[in-house]
């Protein structure tokens, strides 16, 4: 479903040049349920932008749904950005002049997605994340984790083939962060595939695999 071949990924740092990834190869199938974990500067972050299509490699190939991303145009690019991949940021990303139901549906913007079908669909995924009661409230009324699942429920809003969580759980207390975790488990055991980012070990025990980095490099799975 998702492959990274032979990956190199360089930064100009002033005259030095730095090497974010370095011969990485991996491969993600479908309804997998990965976890990244890697101290600060391992790479982690550089991969997640490469994987989705927010970075482009240096050499390497990246396929995704069996497309080479690099041969994409930049309107291709967008397409597969909105349509197959579904992000979720540590810092939620939610506009705060809208309420949930209108941030579940910024996505559908960039889709021929018909607003009524968008405003179903949006409703239909708030209540698969438990924030019914929520709709109508803006994320300054909310609490972290309220604001996390209405990002979820964005994140889902396009069907996409893979979610990409960049510490999802890191702004959120323990307890909270367990029923974050424990709805991005549902949904991987409805079928949806999931890559996410973590530094903590218990957060990428929720994970079936867990790829290791450090220096740019994979350097084990377990």
């Known amino acids: 479903m998702l492959s990274l071949t032979n990956i190199h990924k360089t930064f100009q740092n002033g005259e030095e040049v730095v090497t974010a990834l370095n011969d990485v190869s991996i491969e993600i199938k479908e309804n997998e349920f990965v976890a990244i974990m890697g101290s600060s500067g391992s790479g982690k972050s550089t991969l997640m932008n490469v994987l989705g299509c927010l970075d482009t490699p240096n ?12 041969s994409m145009t930049d309107d291709e690019l ?3 950005r909105n349509k197959h991949i579904g992000f979720i940021f540590q810092t939620f990303h939610l506009l705060s002049k809208l309420d949930a139901v209108e941030n579940v549906k910024l996505p559908l913007r960039y889709s021929d997605t018909g607003e009524a079908e968008g405003e179903e669909r949006a409703l239909t995924l708030i209540e698969r994340v438990g924030l019914t009661n929520r709709k109508n409230h803006k994320p300054f009324e909310m609490s972290g984790g309220q604001r996390q699942r ?10 996409p ?13 323990s307890k909270t962060s367990k029923e974050i975790m424990d709805l991005l488990t549902e949904l991987h055991q409805q079928g949806q595939t999931i890559i996410m980012v973590t530094h903590e070990d218990e957060i990428a025990e929720y994970a079936q695999r867990v790829i290791i980095m450090k220096d740019g490099e994979v350097v084990g799975e377990r």
Not at 150 to 155: D, K, N, P
Not at 162 to 168: R, T
């Open 59 to 70: 050499s390497g190939v990246y396929k995704l749904n069996g497309q080479d991303v690099a």
């Open 78 to 80: 967008s397409q597969v």
């Open 150 to 159: 209405v990002a979820i429920a964005r994140a889902l809003i396009n069907k």
């Open 161 to 173: 083939s893979v979610i990409l969580a960049d510490e999802p759980t890191g702004n959120l207390d």
